[in-house]
Structure formats: structure tokens, C-alpha cells
């Protein structure tokens, strides 16, 4: 009896343990103040070139019925879901860098780690649409209105998105009743699933294994199609024996090409190098939220003279109204 009261109150008190893991602390970038005050000026400005940057390409490709074709639709919500991902996580960044209170909830780490996925999902499978509507516009003109209908279009937007909540969810079922009952810190400005396992009170060997499985598996997948894709378009434009085509066509992918190594980098080196490095980690983030999301309207903007000129159009079609009103 005895015994059986004594495992009873070891129950009760793990349990109460683990219910009192309220909250985590972000160690962030560095512990430095000087460094700190650094980071705190510099992804202040970045992070507001990225709103004004994202915002910009989504409002020219909307209002500017010239822009209203497949290829600016998908550069459109490339530039939210970029803006998104930067917004889910630079701004609390900012705050702990200014307050010092770096700290966030349990709820606010498992939604921040559901929504990060949702968007890191859907963004993959948006670059390989595009690449589809690169494949369709350069190896089958003649069919690419066709093809590539609104109604696809549509259709390849809205898969994306449901890839990304399927992934995102199929990750947070296998560890969403961890118990964590000792450290609550996490050696970041934001939570993830690598650094929010190890954290657990038991062995999360097999868990580990399903989250680099299935994010090892997407990131792989669809890093390795968009490579095939490419090869294949240039490829069938060296076989046709274009004049200038195979240097036209690698002009129009060099930019797509760039952003999908951008972007994939550091996905496939943090979920997939099995041994982990905090600096390189800490570096790949801020490569992920708020180099990327900057060098992506920069890089389809300003090599392209439809863009470059539709946002002439527009600063134009604004300071007129300024002037009207």
C-alpha cells in the first residue's frame, strides 16, 4: 500500500509538472547587448523592406489588368505567403529584442510551429506550380491560355494551400500530447519542431524520425521535381535548336532557380543534416525570414519590364489621385 501511494504521488506530481509547462523562453540570436541592439535595428528595416517590397507586388499584379496572366498570379501570392512567413516571426523577434521579455506561450509555440509549416508547405508546392507555368509557357506556347486557365490556376493555388495544412497538421499529431516537464528554453527567436521535441520528457527518438520523414520527404520532393522540371525545359528547348532560346530560356528560370535554392537551402539542411549546429540553424533562419522574402520581389521585379513598368503605372495612378484629392 505504501508503495502504490508512493507511485501515486510520483504520478500526480509528473503530471502537475508536466501541466505547469506554461510557457518557453526564446534565447534568440545573441546575448550580447551591442549585438542585440544591432539585430533590433537591422530586422526593423529589413522586416519593413519586406512589408513595403511584398505589398508592393501584390498591389501592382491586382490592380494592374496587364499583370492578370498565371505567371503574376502565382508571383502575387508567392510574395503573401512570403510576407507571412516574415510576419509569423520577425515582429516577435523585435518585440523580445526591445522589451528583453523574451518569452512565449505554450499555445502561442504550437500555433506559431502549425501556421510556420502551413506557409513553409504551401510555399513549396506554389514553386513547382510555377515551374508547371514555366514548363507550359516555354516548351507549349501555342496551348498555354489553354492550359493554364484561370480555373487551374485556381486549382494549383488551392492544392497548395491543402498540401501545406495536410502537412503542417500531420506533423503537430504526433507530438501535440508531448509532456514536458524540465528545460523550457529554446535556442531561437521562434519555435520549431526540432528544438520544441527535444524539449519533452521522453524519448523522442521515433518522433524526431517522423518529423524529419515528413518534412525531409516534401522538402526533397518537390526540391528534386522543381529540378527535373528545369532540366526538362531546357532540354527540350536545346533539342528544337532555337536560336537564342536556350540562352532565353535559362534568363527567364535564372530568377526561379535562385529563389527555389534560396528557399530550400536552408528547409532541407535544418530538417534533414543530422548533426545539428545552433549558429548554422540561427543563420538559416534569418536566410529564411528576412533575406528571402526580400531578395524574392527583388529579384522578379527588377529583372522584368512587364513589372517594372506596371509599378510606374501605379505610382503614376497614385500620385494623380494625391494631386485630385
Known amino acids: 500500500l505504501f508503495s502504490r501511494d508512493l507511485c501515486d504521488k510520483s504520478e500526480s506530481m509528473n503530471k502537475s509538472n508536466y501541466s505547469s509547462m506554461s510557457e ?17 535595428a537591422f530586422s526593423t528595416v ?16 491586382t490592380f494592374d489588368p496587364y499583370l492578370h496572366s498565371p505567371m503574376y498570379f502565382f508571383l502575387a501570392n ?7 512567413l516574415s510576419t509569423l516571426t520577425v515582429p516577435k523577434m523585435i518585440s523580445d529584442l526591445h522589451s528583453g521579455h523574451k518569452t512565449i506561450s505554450f499555445q502561442g509555440c504550437v500555433i506559431q510551429i502549425f501556421v510556420l509549416h502551413v506557409l513553409g508547405g504551401s510555399e513549396m508546392v506554389l514553386l513547382v506550380a510555377m515551374a508547371l507555368d514555366r514548363y507550359v509557357a516555354i516548351c507549349k506556347p ?4 489553354t492550359v493554364m486557365s484561370p480555373q487551374m490556376c485556381i486549382s494549383l493555388l488551392s492544392g497548395s494551400w491543402a498540401i501545406g495544412f495536410i502537412h503542417s497538421v500531420a506533423q503537430l499529431v504526433f507530438v501535440g500530447h508531448l509532456p514536458f516537464c524540465g528545460p523550457n528554453e529554446i535556442d531561437s527567436f521562434y519555435c520549431d519542431l526540432p ?21 525531409g520527404f516534401i522538402s526533397m520532393g518537390t ?7 528545369y532540366i526538362f525545359i531546357l532540354v ?15 534568363s527567364t528560370l535564372s530568377a526561379h532557380i535562385t529563389v527555389v535554392i534560396l528557399f530550400f537551402g536552408p528547409c532541407i539542411f535544418v530538417y534533414m543534416w543530422p548533426f545539428p549546429t545552433v549558429s548554422v540553424d540561427k543563420f538559416l533562419a ?36 494625391r494631386m485630385i484629392s
Request: hydrophobic share 55%; charged share 15%; glycine share 4%.
Open 78 to 84: 508567392l510574395s503573401f505567403i512570403d510576407l507571412c
Open 46 to 61: 529589413f522586416y519593413v523592406t519586406i512589408v513595403l517590397g511584398n505589398l508592393l507586388v501584390v498591389f501592382t499584379v
Open 286 to 321: 534569418i536566410l529564411d525570414f528576412m533575406i528571402t522574402p526580400i531578395l524574392n520581389p527583388a529579384i522578379y521585379t527588377l529583372r522584368n519590364k512587364d513589372m517594372k513598368m506596371a509599378m510606374k503605372r501605379l505610382c503614376s495612378q497614385l500620385l494623380s489621385l
Open 236 to 250: 527540350s528547348v536545346w533539342k528544337r535548336s532555337i536560336r537564342g532560346g536556350l540562352s532565353k530560356a535559362f
Open 142 to 145: 501555342l496551348h498555354y491560355l
Open 24 to 40: 518557453f523562453v526564446l534565447l534568440g540570436l545573441s546575448t550580447s547587448r551591442p549585438v542585440q541592439h544591432f539585430l533590433l
Open 223 to 229: 526540391f528534386l521535381l522543381l529540378l527535373i522540371s
Open 195 to 215: 528544438w520544441f521535441i527535444r524539449l519533452a520528457c521522453t524519448d523522442t527518438y521515433r518522433m524526431e524520425f517522423m518529423v524529419t520523414a515528413n518534412s
